[in-house]
């Protein structure tokens, strides 16, 4: 059975769920054979496992993935706990798709939800390759940036995998429909917690905001609202980077990041100025993901 808590406060889940102590693996996978940084770094160093010897029993299993064309970062975690191992891609590429099903099947997790944090401008979603390669897979998209995908999520709806969930922030600004997915508030879900902010919030920086209904006052007002009220320990795992980095806090973000610490105005002011040039596959990258990358299948 699969249950999602959605718009609104819906609960989605392919499972019901029983508490349990935990731990958390931290491990890291890269695939990037041109990277100028080909070793990311773990909140726990350079290695590729880590464990908080807190808790007895490991329950959430953590990989940062990076796509090197895009500069994107796919995350994939799962309920190990669980018989089943559910787990979740969020933002996957179409031309890193084979390596995380790979991954998966060596970890011997199953893949329940493909999710994107909104409709990306810069490449196209995995999302449609993955429903293609394993049918059950359903494909999780924020109804706010008006695409299509199995389910439609929105603010406080709650995705579960297993004994965890993500629970759904909105974070428009970079795009109308930009969410940012939070791990679970509560004794059987990680801890500090972990946020995915697609665009909304880079390490140090920030999405653009110039296009796809962006805007720079909503994006200000969304990170100040929803991402920065979390707690400071907050582990904020970004959709992009572009410098090297790989993951943030938000203590660190409020200290440093270097547009969102500055008023509004200012604020606006950088964003208004960044002259960017626009992304290279826009035209078929934006299409392709309204459909979650079934553009070639869906009428
Ligand atoms: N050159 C790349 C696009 C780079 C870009 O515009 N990145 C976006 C996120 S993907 S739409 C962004 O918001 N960047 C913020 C910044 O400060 O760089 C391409 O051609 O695809």
Excluded: W
């Amino acid at each position: 059975m699969f249950r999602v808590v959605g718009l609104l406060g819906r609960s989605f889940s392919p499972y019901s769920s029983s508490l349990g102590a935990q731990k958390i693996l931290y491990p890291l996978f890269s695939y990037c054979p041109q990277s100028p940084f080909p070793h990311h770094l773990s909140p726990f160093g350079r290695t590729g496992m880590a464990t908080a010897a807190y808790a007895p029993e490991p329950k959430l299993l953590f990989r940062q993935l990076f796509e090197c064309e895009s500069s994107t970062y796919t995350y994939l975690l799962a309920d190990i706990s669980h018989p089943d191992k559910p787990a979740v891609l969020i933002d996957p590429v179409d031309v890193t798709v084979d390596r995380d099903l790979n991954l998966i099947r060596e970890l011997g997790l199953k893949l329940v939800y493909a999710m994107n944090t909104h409709v990306h401008a810069d490449h196209i979603t995995g999302t449609g390759l993955l429903k293609s390669k394993v049918p059950h897979v359903k494909s999780v998209l924020a109804k706010a940036g008006g695409g299509r995908a199995d389910i439609l999520i929105g603010p406080g709806d709650k995705i579960s995998f297993g004994d965890l969930f993500l629970e759904v922030r909105a974070t428009p600004g970079h795009t109308l429909g930009c969410v940012t997915y939070v791990t679970g508030d509560g004794p059987s879900q990680p801890q500090p917690r972990m946020a995915f902010t697609g665009d909304a919030l880079l390490v140090r920086g920030c999405g653009r905001t110039d296009f796809q209904n962006g805007s720079s006052e909503q994006l200000y007002h969304s990170v100040h609202s929803q991402i920065f009220t979390l707690p400071k320990n907050t582990l904020l795992y970004p959709g992009h980077d572009y410098k090297g980095y790989t993951v943030s806090t938000v203590g660190e973000e409020l200290q440093y990041n270097t547009r969102l610490t500055k008023d509004v105005e200012t604020f606006k002011s950088i964003m208004a100025n960044l002259n960017l040039a626009r992304p290279n596959k826009m035209d078929i990258a934006v299409p392709a993901n309204l459909v979650c990358g079934l553009q070639d299948l869906l009428p």
